[in-house]
């Protein structure tokens, strides 16, 4: 596969121009709603995939194309591999179709029986039969067309309003897909994906040996900004972290609200030593954070901890347990 200038420069860790970061942003943005948009779980192989994908296709481009045709290209470049696993609402999409069918076989059934029947009174034609009784079998056959016809028109709006109720489900599908995995404050994915995109790395990692980092952040001294301020100004610091957390993070790193004011990554291909630092360089980028309050400017700082798949882990949520530990000794060793 031809590869591109930004994910190269990504891929090596190079600097970035302001443009480039730009660029940057906008697939990510562009890439997260294409893959909620066709319920494609946000794993980690999934998401490096198709941000390989979108980064090539932005630089040949400069826009994304169809939905279909990026489609049409994963398929193309991983011949062996499935997209997703599509999850409609099966019972009211068959319930729909199943009455387009039963429309269908019932305007089969009319005209099969009606030909039937024509077929034999022709067949009974003689020739002696006369110019005023063939008249009125065709005048009959006329008519009969123009039923058709008409049933056909009513059948069609049939089927086209039952497409707009497919569409409008398809809507609701999605709209409910979003809500499910994005959370609403922050706008990053939510615990529930993020344990399904979590299982999956690890179960790629027992089986292939691909490791990760898993980084849970906590904001520090978060109940006292609710306190002091209110949950308003709490909700406008979460969102605030949360963008300064996706900034500094690399597109393919999948990064989740854990819930109240706790963050979770998993960074793909990262050891633990190289992962710490970026927990550094997290934790001094929110530190830099200026949120002006009632004409003063409030700070805020994290504590993290992190962990790195090992044979010695038996499941995904002894890394978040050991993770969740480390993060609470970091935050005592900062307090002493």
Request: proline residues 2%.
């Amino acid at each position: 596969m031809k590869d591109c200038k930004l994910h190269s420069k990504i891929r090596r860790g190079l600097p970035l121009s302001d443009e480039e970061i730009k660029l940057l942003g906008e697939i990510i943005r562009e890439e997260l709603k294409f893959l909620l948009r066709n319920k494609i779980l946000p794993t980690p192989k999934n998401y490096e995939r198709w941000f390989t994908i979108f980064c090539l296709v932005y630089e040949e481009r400069g826009k994304p194309p169809s939905d279909e045709e990026l489609i049409e290209l994963y398929q193309t470049l991983y011949v062996s591999e499935k997209i997703s696993d599509v999850r409609l609402d099966v019972e009211v999409t068959l319930e729909v179709l199943s009455r387009i069918v039963q429309d269908f076989r019932e305007v089969v059934k009319e005209h099969g029986d009606y030909t039937s029947k024509k077929e034999e009174e022709l067949s009974c034609i003689k020739e002696s039969l006369s110019q005023e009784e063939l008249a009125g079998l065709l005048s009959e056959l006329i008519k009969h067309i123009r039923d058709i016809k008409s049933q056909n028109e009513k059948f069609l709006k049939r089927i086209e309003e039952q497409q707009l109720v497919i569409q409008d489900l398809k809507a609701k599908v999605e709209r409910a897909e979003l809500e499910a995995n994005i959370d609403h404050l922050t706008n990053v994915f939510n615990r529930r994906s993020f344990e399904r995109a979590l299982k999956e790395a690890f179960e790629e990692y027992k089986k292939r040996g691909s490791i990760f980092s898993l980084l849970l952040i906590d904001l520090d001294h978060f109940k006292n900004i609710n306190d002091l301020y209110g949950h308003s100004v709490g909700d406008l610091v979460l969102r605030r972290v949360a963008y300064v957390l996706r900034q500094h993070l690399r597109a393919k790193d999948i990064l989740a609200r854990w819930g109240g004011d706790e963050f979770t990554v998993i960074m793909p291909g990262t050891e633990r030593e190289q992962a710490t630092r970026v927990g550094e360089r997290l934790k001094q980028a929110v530190e830099k954070l200026e949120i002006v309050v009632e004409g003063k400017v409030l700070k805020v700082s994290i504590s993290y901890g992190v962990v790195q798949t090992e044979d010695r882990h038996a499941s995904a949520e002894e890394m978040v347990k050991e993770a969740d530990k480390l993060m609470y000794e970091y935050k005592r060793r900062k307090a002493s």
